[in-house]
């Protein structure tokens, strides 16, 4: 089954959601260079030159045609200036796992909420049915705002991270 999910702009209360690209990669660079963002997903900060290489090839996109890599920046439109970024892959029109990091000094205004909030939305309205996301156990902000987008934790774990899941009936 061919996935046809696109990345379009979108927007929440405060923030529009634009489809990453490459040019994106120095300023979310700056946004993502906290090493306390790494604290719960391993790595260290990438460097403007990794980053952009890293979103050539997000943006050229899935290898698979079955699989849409859907991704955005968060743009505060108060601010005019990014906040972090939401991504989902999408499998089969139905089914995506999605994840979420918004820059430090951005955290704790509600504005990962937020976007994991509208991403879900935005992709229920394309047709997703099924929500993933993978979170460490002890991040709970993290798990703050995988509830608030209405995924629930589950017994499952992945590489040490609890599955948390969304199903939606249509």
Same mark, same amino acid.
């Given at each position: 089954?061919?996935?046809?999910?696109?990345?379009?702009?979108?927007?929440? $209360?405060?923030?529009?959601?634009?489809?990453?690209?490459?040019?994106?990669? =120095? @300023?979310? #660079?700056? /946004?993502? &260079?906290? !090493?306390?963002?790494?604290?719960?997903?391993?790595?260290?900060?990438?460097?403007?030159?990794?980053?952009?290489?890293?979103?050539?090839?997000?943006?050229?996109?899935?290898?698979?045609?079955?699989?849409?890599?859907?991704?955005?920046?968060?743009?505060?439109?108060?601010?005019?200036?990014? $906040?972090?970024?939401?991504?989902?892959?999408?499998?089969?029109?139905?089914? =995506? @796992?999605? #994840?979420? /990091?918004? &820059?430090? !000094?951005?955290?704790?205004?509600?504005?990962?909420?937020?976007?994991?909030?509208?991403?879900?939305?935005?992709?229920?309205?394309?047709?997703?049915?099924?929500?993933?996301?993978?979170?460490?156990?002890?991040?709970?902000?993290?798990?703050?705002?995988?509830?608030?987008?209405?995924?629930? $934790?589950?017994?499952?774990?992945?590489?040490?991270?609890?599955?948390?899941?969304?199903?939606?009936?249509?």
């Amino acid at each position: 089954m061919l996935s046809t999910v696109p990345a379009e702009p979108f927007a929440t $209360a405060r923030l529009d959601l634009l489809p990453l690209r490459v040019e994106h990669a =120095a @300023e979310m #660079a700056v /946004v993502l &260079g906290d !090493p306390a963002l790494h604290t719960f997903i391993g790595g260290a900060p990438s460097t403007p030159e990794a980053l952009r290489a890293r979103y050539e090839r997000l943006v050229a996109g899935s290898p698979d045609p079955s699989v849409s890599w859907c991704n955005w920046v968060l743009w505060v439109r108060d601010a005019d200036r990014p $906040a972090g970024t939401v991504q989902a892959t999408v499998t089969g029109r139905d089914h =995506a @796992e999605i #994840a979420w /990091v918004v &820059g430090t !000094p951005w955290q704790g205004r509600g504005f990962a909420s937020e976007a994991a909030a509208g991403l879900v939305g935005r992709l229920r309205e394309q047709g997703v049915r099924t929500f993933v996301a993978h979170i460490h156990p002890d991040h709970h902000a993290s798990a703050a705002v995988a509830r608030s987008a209405g995924l629930s $934790a589950t017994a499952e774990r992945q590489d040490g991270e609890v599955r948390w899941r969304l199903a939606v009936t249509p």
